[in-house]
Structures are given as structure tokens and as C-alpha cells.
């Protein structure tokens, strides 16, 4: 046990330190726009603004963003990723003043995240591939393209604490004790409460704890398999009690809802039947039949009850995804998405999971077991949506460090040859480096921050902008913005589409029926989508603004914000 102790603490020393280096590296090199709050993506700023509202006075319960779209559109989100981030800012701000405290938390909750996930992969390769692996997979991990680019400073968003969930259930699932399959249960429950991206994962480790059990019959794996079912059963059931928000009804499975709620339960109760009457079950075809039956029905009846979770954005207009969604990087495939940026995404995984498949014939263990079917579900995942990188990457580093440690027996160029493989930067910089030059020449934008200043002198009223610009609005003036990059907020996003893509007469119908009182634009924000020559978007670049859209002076190069005339 001391040995045990002290190994840990090693590994914990380990993973702050890497982590404390690099985050202070990443926020010194970010920090022009760490300190003016100018963070990596529109959902990080939306989380920030959350917070703000929650510790404004906004109800617990209630997650609506009030100044999106209609003013009155209920997030995706739930309060479990943001009680991190109000604890920091509210312990901070008596100290520091407010605009210091966010600062500081901005930085200070993704080098915690950080920390945490490299100290669980340390733990994981420790148990699957013995302590020389251990600190070499954290050094993997620590450079782990694409998933260290959801602990950089500024990134607070949920991906970052949903893969701290994920690896701690992995490591969890190691061993077949019921504390470690409630850990599972309740862990797995966590993860889907901040989000729905880690579900098949997820599901990855559910089938892992009843293939076990298949395969043993053992009175441990069903005991630890009947502990996860009630670990995430007890978890489901406070869940509801606890992060349940005011838009619990909300007709959509894509957050913790309703519909999400009552999809989980028949699924959650399938490890806890199949314990039940497992006692009985005494060869594997008995076991095999069991599983089959209770996981068909656990299915059926999930479906059943909410068959949206098939497609949880398939209520967006096909116009909107077209225009929007499909060009959001993280959410692309792989097959529609940039050579470069599947390469820099794929690679690491790739390397990980082939390292993963040949350890295994030499030690064919329940820890390899559980790694390889997760990079598997990770790489399912990628193969709709690339996000499931962030997982599948970090997931690589047990296996790639066991890969360096074999290579270091065989000599210099096998152990340099392994370490160029298992660094997950080498991808995107490789990519890059061969990827064809573009025939497209840089195009002139705004300094949007300088932009959003001019705005925020106006009187309050509604913004017709872009979709993207629409989050860093909201977070940076008191204005209501129309558009915003969030499927709930369809209809707007999809009025502000028409309103710059379509003719200003049909512009300014929009513009009186959603009440816009002011246009924001940089230049060649929509050049992505090849606005037509007629469209207004055009018509304004050209310096041929209709009247009703009158010049509001003192704008930065390249930007441009309009009243718009009663």
C-alpha cells in the first residue's frame, strides 16, 4: 500500500508539473488576448457568460441565454461544467476584483483539467503496462494533438472535463470490485450530464463489463458489473434531482433532458438485470443468450421511449446545416474535412490504437481489453464527427509509451523512430508541410475586440452579425444578438442567414420582424458560402449599403456596423 501511495504521488507530482509548464508557456504566448478575455472559441466565451449569469443572479435551474436569438433560448448545457469555473471566479473576486478573477480562472480551470487527465493516463499505463510506461505516457499525452487543444489556457469549455471523466472511468473499469463498477456507473453518468459527444464510449465500457462477465461467469465480474448498473442508475436519478434545468422538457436529446433521461434508464439497468439472473447462467452460450436478450430490449426500449436520441441535431434545417453546422470544424467527417486537418486530427489516434492491437497477442489483459475497445469507439466516433480525436488521442499514450519502452531494448533508431510516431504534434506539422500551397490570397477581416468596443457605446438593442460573431458579442456588450453558433437558436441563425445572403428587400423585411436595430459585419465574413453578387452582403462590401443602413463612424479597417433607420 505505501508503495502504491507513493507511486501516485509521483504520478500526481509528474502531471503538475507538465501541466504547470506548459499552461504557463500557452497563457505567456496567449496572453494579449487571454487578458483582454478574447478566448480560443466561441463556446468558451458562451461558458464564460453562462458563469457570469449563474453568479449574476440566474436561477440554478435555469440555463436560457436571454440575450441570443428571440431572448429566449434555452442551452444544450448543463451546471455541472460550470460549478468549476463559478467556484474559482467567486473564491477570487473579493480578492481580485472580478475582471482579474475571470482572467485567472480562464487559465487556471484547463491547466487543472490538464493536470487531472495526465495523471490519469499515468495511472493507466501504470496498471496496463507496468511503472516504466507510466511517466512516459504522461509526457505523450502532455503533447497529445488534438486533445491538448482542449486544455489550453482560455479553453473552458466541456471537452476538456469530459475527458477527465472518461479516463477515470477507464481507469476504474481496471479492476472488479463494486466500488470501482459504481465508480464506472457514476462517472459515465457525469460525462453525459456535461454532454452527449462521450456517449459511445461510454456504451464501450458498458458492453466491456458484460463481455467479462461472459467470458468468466466469475462472481467478481458479475458483483462489479452489477455495481455499475446501480452506480449509474443512484447516478441517473441525482443527476435529475440536481442538474435537471428549467428546460428539462425541451423536445431534443441533445443535452442532459427529458428525453436523454429516460433513453439512459432501460440502458443503465441492463448490467444490473443481467447480475440478477446471472447466479443461474453457468456456461458462456447461456451467458452469450442473457446479454443478447437484455441488450436488444434495453435498446428497444430506449429507442422506444426517445427515438430523437438516433439524431439529436436532426431537427436542424437542411439549409442551416448546409450553410452552418457542416462547417463547423470539430463536428466535419473526415471525409468531407481537409486533408490536412484529418491527418493532424487521425494520426495520433491511428498510431495509438495499431500500438494497442499489437500488444495485445503479448499480454491479452482486461486494462489492453478495455484501451483498445475505447480507441475503437473513439474512432467510430471520428469517423462521423472528428471530435472524437480529442479521446481517441489521449487515449494513444499508454500504448505508445509501452511501444517506446520495447523500442528502447532494440536500439537508438527503433526508440527515435517511436518517439516521432508517438508525438502528437508531428501530425499537423507534417500535414501542413505537405499539404498544397492555397491559390487564395489572405483575405482583410477586423480586430473584432476593437470592433465590439465601438458597439458597446451604442444604446442596447438587437444585432444582426454573423453566426459566429454572435457568442463573443453577447459575452463582450449588453446587446442581444440574433444569430449564434447554437442549434437551438435555428431560427434566428437562420434569419440572419437570409438577412446577408438574401436581397436587401427581403433584408429588410427580416430586420423589422426580428426588431434589428444594428448590422455588424467584418469583410469577407461570408465568403466561405459565395454569397451571390445581388445579395446584400455583396451590396454593402461594394460600398452600395441601401439606405436604411446608415454608417456608424469610428469603425476599425475592415469593419463595419450600420443603424439601422427606422
Known amino acids: 500500500m505505501e508503495a502504491y501511495r507513493s507511486t501516485r504521488r509521483g504520478d500526481a507530482l509528474a502531471a503538475l508539473a507538465l501541466a504547470a509548464i506548459l499552461s504557463a508557456v500557452w497563457a505567456l504566448r496567449d496572453w494579449p488576448n487571454l487578458s483582454a478575455l478574447r478566448l480560443p472559441d466561441t463556446d468558451d466565451v458562451m461558458r464564460l457568460q453562462q458563469v457570469r449569469d449563474w453568479l449574476g443572479g440566474q436561477a440554478f435551474a435555469d440555463v436560457t441565454q436571454h440575450r441570443m436569438g428571440s431572448g429566449d433560448v434555452p442551452m444544450h448545457w448543463s451546471r455541472l461544467a460550470d460549478l468549476l469555473p463559478a467556484l474559482l471566479i467567486a473564491s477570487l473576486k473579493p480578492l481580485v476584483g472580478g475582471r482579474s478573477a475571470e482572467i485567472a480562472m480562464v487559465i487556471a480551470v484547463p491547466a487543472m483539467l490538464f493536470a487531472a487527465a495526465l495523471f490519469l493516463v499515468a495511472r493507466i499505463a501504470r496498471q496496463a503496462a507496468g511503472a516504466e510506461a507510466a511517466r512516459i505516457a504522461a509526457v505523450i499525452a502532455a503533447i497529445a494533438y488534438p486533445a491538448t487543444t482542449i486544455f489550453l489556457p482560455g479553453r473552458i469549455d466541456h471537452h476538456g472535463l469530459q475527458v477527465v471523466f472518461l479516463l477515470a472511468a477507464c481507469l476504474a473499469a481496471f479492476r472488479s470490485t463494486a466500488m470501482h463498477g459504481a465508480a464506472v456507473g457514476a462517472l459515465a453518468v ?89 447466479r443461474r447462467l453457468t456456461s458462456a452460450g447461456k451467458r452469450i443468450a442473457a446479454a443478447t436478450v437484455v441488450v436488444v430490449i434495453a435498446s428497444a426500449a430506449a429507442l422506444r421511449l426517445s427515438p430523437a436520441c438516433l439524431s439529436p441535431y436532426g431537427a436542424v434545417d437542411a439549409q442551416l446545416a448546409g450553410l452552418w453546422l457542416a462547417r463547423v470544424g470539430e463536428a466535419q467527417s473526415p471525409f468531407t474535412a481537409p486533408l490536412t486537418t484529418m491527418i493532424g486530427y487521425l494520426g495520433l489516434m491511428l498510431a495509438g490504437l495499431a500500438a494497442t492491437t499489437l500488444q495485445l497477442p503479448r499480454d491479452p489483459s482486461r486494462a489492453w481489453m478495455t484501451l483498445l475497445a475505447l480507441q475503437l469507439a473513439a474512432l467510430a466516433i471520428s469517423a462521423v464527427q472528428l471530435r472524437g480525436a480529442y479521446a481517441g488521442a489521449i487515449l494513444a499514450a499508454p500504448a505508445l509509451a509501452a511501444a517506446i519502452g520495447a523500442a528502447r531494448r532494440r536500439g ?22 505537405v499539404a498544397l500551397p492555397s491559390s487564395l490570397a489572405p483575405r482583410q477581416t477586423c480586430d473584432m475586440s476593437r470592433t465590439l468596443t465601438v458597439l458597446v457605446a451604442q444604446p442596447a438593442g438587437v444585432v444582426m452579425a454573423p453566426i459566429d460573431t454572435g457568442a463573443w458579442g453577447i459575452a463582450a456588450t449588453p446587446h442581444r444578438f440574433l444569430a449564434a453558433p447554437y442549434h437551438r437558436n435555428a431560427a434566428a441563425d437562420l434569419a440572419g442567414f437570409r438577412f446577408f445572403l438574401g436581397d436587401a428587400i427581403s433584408a ?43 454608417p456608424v463612424p469610428g469603425m476599425p479597417p475592415g469593419g463595419l456596423l450600420y443603424h439601422v433607420a427606422p
Open 412 to 433: 537508438a533508431p527503433w526508440l527515435a523512430a517511436t518517439w516521432l510516431g508517438s508525438a502528437g504534434m508531428i501530425y499537423p506539422l507534417a500535414a501542413e508541410a
Open 190 to 278: 457525469a460525462s453525459l450530464v456535461v454532454g452527449l459527444e462521450t456517449a459511445p464510449l461510454l456504451a464501450a465500457l458498458g458492453l466491456c463489463a458484460i463481455g467479462r462477465w461472459i467470458w468468466s461467469g466469475a462472481r467478481d465480474e458479475r458483483r462489479s458489473m452489477a455495481s455499475l448498473g446501480v452506480g449509474a442508475v443512484l447516478g441517473l436519478l441525482i443527476a435529475r434531482a440536481i442538474f435537471a434545468s428549467e428546460g428539462w422538457s425541451y423536445p431534443a436529446c441533445d443535452g442532459f433532458t427529458a428525453r436523454l433521461w429516460h433513453a439512459a434508464l432501460p440502458v443503465a439497468t441492463a448490467p444490473l438485470v443481467l447480475a440478477l439472473v446471472g
Open 508 to 550: 429588410r423585411a427580416i430586420a423589422s420582424q426580428w426588431r434589428v436595430r444594428y448590422v455588424l459585419i467584418c469583410r469577407h465574413d461570408f465568403d466561405a458560402v459565395s454569397p451571390k453578387p445581388a445579395s446584400l452582403i455583396r451590396q454593402i462590401e461594394r460600398g452600395q449599403a441601401p439606405s436604411w443602413l446608415v
